[in-house]
């Protein structure tokens, strides 16, 4: 349903994703650029943080934003919308990474122009002052590599808990699998890391 916003004196229409969804697959142009804008730098954050590669995760969720103007009117709304979407780009990014083995290089999980120090996963509001950002920007350097050894699908589970905040049950939809498979994911990728981490 479409939710009334005030916005400079005069009342606009924001519309949920299910709505813009349903506009899409009808080809409502200015649908898909409201989906495109609300979705755009998560879509990117989540597949660079996968892949490792700014040229490679801008394409791959520009392929994703095509893949959903393409497979909107297939959404039944079963599953939250954000969830349905980002299914196609993780699947898009393991297929990527599987053409192109190269993936398992050890990148950076920060953005373009980000600084490569800092974290990939938003910061804390609370500042820890300069020794907590020490300890922290010297985890992240840690965890880099150590994210690169983890299976397409145990990288994709992780990231989409730790990054996104999806329930179990949301990544066992987006990777196409059990919520025990999902939670199995979950699981052996951050002991995986714990064990990559300790060891290094």
């Known amino acids: 349903m479409a939710a009334p916003r005030l916005r400079g004196g005069l009342i606009q229409v924001e519309f949920s994703d299910d709505e813009l969804c349903r506009r899409i697959a009808e080809r409502d142009a200015n649908a898909f650029e409201l989906m495109v804008d609300r979705h755009q730098a998560r879509a990117y954050r989540l597949a660079f943080s996968i892949l490792g590669n700014e040229a490679d995760a801008s ?17 039944d709304g079963r599953a939250r919308f ?21 993936w398992k ?27 907590g950002d020490a300890m922290l920007s ?16 145990q990288r994709a589970a992780v990231l989409l808990q730790t990054q996104e905040g999806f329930t179990s049950r949301e990544i066992a939809a987006v990777l196409n ?8 994911h979950v699981h052996r990728g951050i002991a995986q890391l714990r064990k990559l981490m300790r060891n290094d």
């Not at 791959?60 to 497979?71: G, I, K």
Request: a negative charge.
């Open 59 to 75: 394409d791959v969720s520009q392929d994703a934003f095509v893949r959903l103007y393409e497979a909107a009117g297939r959404f």
């Open 177 to 184: 699998c059990s919520e025990n498979t999902a939670r199995v």
């Open 138 to 153: 010297q985890s992240v350097r840690r965890l880099r590599p150590a994210l690169a050894q983890l299976s397409p699908q």
């Open 105 to 131: 290089r050890l990148l950076p999980l920060a953005g373009p122009g980000d600084n490569p120090d800092e974290p990939a996963f938003d910061p804390p509001s609370d500042e820890a002052g300069p020794e």
């Open 82 to 102: 954000s969830t349905w979407f980002y299914r196609i780009l993780v699947n898009l990014c393991i297929d990527h990474q599987r053409r192109n083995r190269w």
